[in-house]
């Protein structure tokens, strides 16, 4: 080879290693977290994402559904997974998992019926259960007519959306209509995974907001920020002091402050919220990150504990609430 030729070559190769070794130093390829897991949290987590994610050599979330989420978080697939339903302190230590609260939500119940103008209506969980399970199929039913005094209720059938994939919101969900209905509570009971025959399934919550935002006469949950942002009518829900109240940040708050917080598991005891101006589908969505991360991943502690400690203004905007002192204290005491 000619000398000049050589000395090319030379300076080729030595560029090449120089770029490889800086892409290595800059570490986005190999230090990227990656999270998957509840879609109730999709539009905070993206907001997150781009705001906090950088010094964590970029992170990436999937909204596959909190199943996904607690499974890959288990199998270290992801490095960290999102889940609508905490984990009890057992399941965290055979699971080998810590968990991090993340904000106060809702599961709000949507549905599509242009007749009212945008009016909230109240329903309660004996009602849905019974449109769930197929026994309600018309809107103008006496069951809902008796709960609208005042609104009048069109002559129209109803078609119920649920998740057809493993969802902490179904967990919430199917949880309410377990404490109004007893034919719920003993045929379909509380799970994360619904396998109904009435209405029509959706694979996350996008889709089942956009199956509904389509379907006159649908009815659906989801977070309240998704809800809110399709524009559909949000449902006022019976509490547990016999109230019924709209999901928004002081009937969260108001369910937040009623909770008891585990210190163990890092996790919130919503059931027993029974202020009269609680929301009855409150939820704290948690972050699930390994214990010890395996060789080749990236610990998502900083992204997390960053954006909880500093991210409360994108949380308010993606119809969120942020965690009270109590919660926060306990996200970042986490190691």
Not at 209 to 234: R, W
Request: some cysteine; hydrophobic content about 40%.
């Amino acid at each position: 080879m000619t000398p000049h030729l050589l000395k090319k070559s030379t300076c080729t190769i030595f560029s090449l290693s120089l770029g490889l070794t800086l892409l290595t130093l800059n570490g986005h390829a190999q230090a990227q977290v990656t999270g998957t897991g509840s879609t109730l949290v999709r539009e905070m987590m993206s907001s997150w994402v781009g705001s906090y994610g950088a010094p964590s050599g970029g992170v990436t979330y999937e909204a596959s559904g909190s199943s996904a989420g607690v499974a890959r978080a288990t199998e270290q697939s992801v490095d960290f997974g999102v889940s609508d339903v905490a984990l009890t302190a057992s399941a965290l230590r055979q699971a080998g998992l810590r968990q991090v609260p993340l904000a106060g939500a809702a599961v709000a119940v949507v549905v599509n019926l242009p007749e009212l103008g945008g009016k909230a209506i109240k329903l309660n969980g004996d009602i849905l259960a019974d449109i769930y399970q197929g026994n309600i199929t018309r809107w103008n039913h006496t069951q809902i007519t008796s709960f609208n005094p005042g609104t009048p209720m069109p002559d129209r059938a109803i078609v119920p959306v649920w998740r057809a994939d493993g969802s902490g919101q179904s967990h919430v969900f199917s949880t309410y209509l377990s404490r109004g209905n007893p034919k719920w509570r003993r045929v379909v009971g509380i799970t994360s995974t619904l396998n109904l025959t009435a209405g029509r399934s959706a694979a996350g919550g996008q889709a089942l907001l956009d199956t509904v935002k389509a379907t006159p006469g649908a009815i659906g949950y989801d977070a309240l920020g998704a809800a809110k942002k399709a524009g559909l009518g949000i449902s006022e829900l019976l509490n547990n002091s016999g109230k019924t109240v709209a999901p928004n940040p002081a009937s969260i708050g108001e369910a937040l402050a009623k909770s008891q917080w585990d210190k163990d598991a890092n996790s919130a005891d919503l059931d027993g919220s029974a202020g009269p101006g609680a929301y009855p589908m409150a939820v704290v969505p948690y972050a699930l990150v390994p214990v010890a991360v395996k060789k080749g991943r990236t610990s998502a502690m900083p992204f997390l504990q960053t954006a909880v400690a500093q991210g409360d203004a994108l949380v308010t905007q993606a119809g969120f609430l942020p965690l009270p002192a109590v919660a926060k204290a306990l996200a970042s005491a986490v190691r």
